[in-house]
């Protein structure tokens, strides 16, 4: 069974950085569409960024320039690095994939 988990949310003052990381499990990791979505309290769901088998990204406008997908099909993970944090990044941020959601991971962008 397709198993997501992600790791590295915390606290972080704005202007500033973190990385968070999803283990994947139970798929075909190299062949698959690695994705972080993001939903803010009393919000909708949204995607945050993806990254296809051949490592093509596509970004949400709103993390353009400032957010990073990254993956390591030899360690089935999938990275987002993100700089310039903004208070309006809080969120949880879900990893996805194959019909599949992690159980997400709390960012908090406050000082």
């Known amino acids: 069974q397709v198993q997501l988990v992600e790791s590295g949310g915390g606290l972080v003052q704005p202007g500033g950085s973190l990385r968070i990381s999803c283990a994947a499990s139970g798929i075909s990791f190299s062949t698959a569409v690695m994705g972080w979505y993001r939903q803010a309290p009393g919000k909708q769901r949204d995607l945050v960024a993806n990254?296809?088998?051949?490592?093509?990204?596509n970004y949400a406008d709103f993390v353009k320039g400032r957010f990073t997908i990254s993956r390591d099909n030899a360690k089935k993970m999938v990275y987002l690095q993100m700089n310039s944090l903004k208070p309006e990044d809080t969120a949880i941020y879900y990893c996805?994939?194959?019909?599949?959601w992690g159980q997400g991971t709390q960012v908090t962008v406050s000082s």
């Open positions: 990254m296809d088998s051949r490592g093509t990204s």
């Open positions: 996805y994939t194959s019909d599949v």
